[in-house]
């Protein structure tokens, strides 16, 4: 009985993405998060629409609730702020979501991802892991030559082992 009551308090899109667009950064903050539980192209519209958002959490929120939301519509804008946000947290969430989603035109900007950094830095670590969970499967010959060219490189120059393991695992996945 309680949780019919919840369900049917929840507010409805329309109400979470206008709460979205909100000129209140804290409001924009939380409707991002609650997004997470909208599978609704009303909600994806609105999340797409923060994620150059000037409040760092706003971002961050729109860009896991997309991620849970499974949003195929998020791959240009995600790989937009992985190319273009200055703030390296927002980077690495948008290479997660990148990788949940299993966005195969990312891949080419993971790698340039990876490249941009040195074989020790962990900053790279999700991308690694994107790349590996993006995996092969829908990937033409040359993309995926060059995923796998980027990961054995990176796994021989590295003395980090937690990125020789997650280099290694991402190798894996590569038919």
């Known amino acids: 009985m309680l949780l019919g009551l919840f369900l049917a308090c929840s507010p409805a899109?329309?109400?979470?993405?206008?709460?979205?667009?909100?000129?209140?950064?804290?409001?924009?903050?939380?409707?991002?998060?609650?997004?997470?539980?909208?599978?609704?192209?009303?909600?994806?519209?609105?999340?797409?629409?923060?994620?150059?958002?000037?409040?760092?959490?706003?971002?961050?929120?729109?860009?896991?609730?997309?991620?849970?939301?499974?949003?195929?519509?998020?791959?240009?804008?995600?790989?937009?702020?992985?190319?273009?946000?200055?703030?390296p947290r927002v980077r690495r969430a948008a290479a997660d979501a990148l990788g949940r989603l299993k966005v195969v035109d990312a891949v080419p900007v993971l790698i340039a991802h990876l490249a941009s950094h040195g074989p020790d830095d962990r900053d790279q670590l999700v991308a690694v892991w994107a790349l590996g969970s993006i995996g092969s499967e829908g990937l033409e010959a040359g993309p995926r030559q060059a995923t796998l060219d980027a990961l054995v490189n990176l796994r021989t120059l590295t003395t980090d082992k937690y990125i020789r393991y997650q280099t290694t695992a991402a190798l894996r996945t590569l038919k």
């Open 13 to 87: 899109p329309e109400d979470i993405a206008k709460a979205i667009a909100s000129a209140n950064p804290v409001m924009r903050e939380d409707s991002a998060k609650i997004a997470q539980g909208y599978s609704d192209p009303v909600v994806e519209a609105a999340l797409l629409s923060v994620l150059a958002d000037p409040a760092l959490l706003v971002r961050l929120n729109a860009i896991e609730s997309l991620a849970e939301i499974e949003a195929t519509t998020a791959g240009p804008a995600l790989i937009d702020r992985l190319t273009n946000d200055t703030d």
